[in-house]
């Protein structure tokens, strides 16, 4: 882990800014780059490797059940944090979604949502976001990727609502911590090649998060200017010259 962390450290010394200016709500940016640098290596040495190969040897229909039960059980924060959010027919909705999933789908199936009980998607840096926290500058994770200061330690209170943090068997416990992480990356692997060929990746990133977590906070709305992140727009290359002499200027009309 030291190792790690000097490497991180080191990568962020050496990373470059393009134009030599921040991004307005990155004042990290130097040091986020040096992160996402060591990220993008992790990811392709490991994680990328160990997602394909979980992709092509679990089945769908297991990855799927396996999916529903990991949701599951960090189901009771999201009913938390729509009752901190003030969503209380919503959080009806999702606690009731939580019961029937429980004890008529075991947590593999989805009964409810052929029951019209949609899943949502809440978590405590969404309620602070909800109660006027600003997000802060971002910040790039070694190896959990893009956050925020506001929702990076936003993200303790989300790990005491998970229920496998309350499973006696701490084997168990890492097991499927350790699996729903690849089965992530497993369903992220079709955006790689967007990833990949990007002019600047790390801007790619950077901005989609942010917009993300606007219109999560915003269940879909627009929002007014409420000094949260901005996003900067993800610069393009120079356009490549054209070669050949320049065109001859139009003839002037004759004179009358």
Not at 42 to 48: I, N, Y
Not at 208 to 218: F, P, S
Request: glycine share 10%.
């Amino acid at each position: 882990m030291t190792a790690a962390l000097a490497a991180v450290l080191l990568l962020g010394g050496c990373a470059t800014i393009p134009g030599g200016k921040h991004a307005p709500g990155d004042p990290f940016e130097r040091v986020n780059r040096g992160v996402f640098k060591f990220n993008t290596a992790a990811d392709r040495a490991v994680f990328r490797p160990v997602a394909r190969g979980w992709k092509a040897v679990v089945p769908t229909p297991v990855r799927r059940g396996f999916s529903n039960f990991v949701s599951n059980l960090a189901y009771p924060g999201v009913v938390i944090n729509d009752l901190l959010q003030g969503k209380f027919t919503q959080g009806g909705h999702d606690f009731t979604r939580l019961l029937i999933n429980t004890i008529f789908g075991l947590g593999f199936f989805d009964p409810a949502a052929k029951a019209g009980l949609a899943r949502h998607d809440e978590d405590f840096g969404q309620t602070l976001g909800t109660w006027g926290v600003p997000a802060g500058p971002y910040i790039m994770l070694p190896l959990f990727g893009p956050s925020s200061v506001r929702d990076a330690p936003a993200r303790l209170a989300d790990e005491y609502t998970d229920g496998r943090r309350y499973l006696n068997d701490s084997n168990l416990r890492w097991g499927i911590w350790v699996g729903e992480k690849v089965e992530l990356r497993a369903s992220l692997l079709p955006l790689d090649a967007t990833l990949d060929n990007a002019f600047d990746p790390y801007a790619f990133v950077r901005n989609a998060w942010v917009e993300h977590r606007k219109y999560m906070i915003n269940d879909g709305r627009t929002p007014a200017d409420n000094g949260d992140l901005e996003m900067e727009p993800e610069p393009e290359p120079d356009p490549a010259p054209t070669s050949g002499p320049a065109p001859a200027p139009a003839p002037e009309p004759p004179a009358n």
